[in-house]
């Protein structure tokens, strides 16, 4: 791809307050890398564990849909981290340019931004249906499937040239690729946790760290699950804030009246960088059963792949 001075900047000095900018949020990336990988390590850890000293009850990696979501998303979490770790080399050069490295970063972003922005859809709309349609089987390998090929295919189609250039240094670009997929991510998960949060028919959505006893444990965990899910709203959020900054030429970012528009975008920056940080530290403090992590995968009692144990469990016997 070419580029041109008017299509980006390129080989502009960078201020010493933008060099630390790039600096806090390249170490913010890492910081979500390193969230992600521990979570990862931790999953590892807890599968192997299984499958030395399994529970007496039937156990999957994947208990639920949203477990299999939740794993694509930390996956694009990944790719968006290692896309943020690029910030350094801007940091350290004292200079941004077009070109491949550019490009390299716009690409990892446009892909995990969009790949992880559907996932949270997904976990969104999963959550919305387990908690007021009881009758949605918490598993199926045809949905969860299909949902991670159209998603990784959708932010694939660049291969075929689908979409636009991916430099992040150009306005338009940054805000026609990765940031229309963003705010709708936002948007859409909006009246699906206001409809969580507003019906009283059955319970009343409440946090509950363990979930408390009723005559339906099973439908009272969901509901106090579905409510923590507000919190996902924050990445999406910080997507869009940062999706919306406008770029100025840096000449321009010297002024005294700009002052507050870059501080504000360093902070909705980094916040944006710690998204892995957030997404790893949700699913440790709020989602307790999800990857292996408090029930440890033991499937619920009317999963089909638990009665199918059970079954051959029976008969083994006999």
């Known amino acids: 791809m070419e580029h041109t001075t008017s299509q980006c900047v ?5 201020t010493p307050g933008m060099i630390t900018g790039l600096a806090v949020s390249s170490a913010a990336s890492f910081a979500s890398l390193v969230s992600i990988m521990y979570l990862g390590g931790r999953i590892v850890v807890k599968y192997r564990q299984n499958v030395r000293s399994p529970p007496d009850e039937p156990w999957r990696l994947l208990r639920t849909d949203i477990d299999a979501y ?3 998303a930390l996956c694009a979490e990944v790719v968006v981290s290692v896309g943020g770790l690029i910030d350094a080399q801007w940091a350290i050069t004292g200079r941004t340019t077009c070109g491949p490295t550019c490009d390299a970063q716009g690409a990892l972003a446009q892909v995990g931004i969009t790949a992880t922005s559907i996932f949270m859809i997904a976990i969104a709309v999963q959550t919305w249906l387990r908690a007021f349609m009881i009758r949605v089987k918490p598993y199926s390998r045809i ?3 299909s949902v991670s090929i159209a998603t990784w295919g959708f932010v694939g189609l660049e291969r075929f040239g689908f979409t636009l250039s991916y430099a992040t240094l150009v ?3 940054r805000v026609l690729d990765f940031g229309q997929i963003s705010a709708r991510a936002a948007v859409w998960s909006i009246p699906s946790h206001l409809d969580l949060w507003g019906r009283e028919h059955t319970g009343r959505i409440k946090w509950a760290w363990v979930p408390q006893a009723s005559e339906d444990e099973m439908v009272e965990e969901e509901r106090s699950e579905a409510w923590k899910m507000l919190l996902f709203l924050v990445l999406g959020f910080s997507i869009t804030r940062w999706m919306s900054f406008r770029n100025p030429s840096l000449s321009d970012l010297q002024q005294p009246e700009l002052a507050g528009m870059a501080a504000a975008s ?4 980094i916040i944006f960088r ?3 940080v957030v997404t790893a530290g949700l699913v ?3 989602r307790p059963n999800l990857l292996l992590h408090g029930v ?3 499937l619920l009692p009317n999963d089909p792949r638990a009665v199918r144990e059970y079954e051959l469990r029976r008969l083994g016997q006999l």
């Not at 360093?266 to 920056?269: A, E, M, Q, S």
């Open 143 to 145: 949905t969860w499937v």
């Open 171 to 173: 306005l338009r670009d």
């Open 266 to 269: 360093l902070i909705f920056r």
């Open 284 to 286: 440790l403090l709020t």
């Open 10 to 14: 390129d080989s502009e000095p960078l």
């Open 70 to 72: 939740m794993l694509g």
């Open 296 to 298: 440890r995968g033991v």
């Open 274 to 276: 710690l998204s892995g």
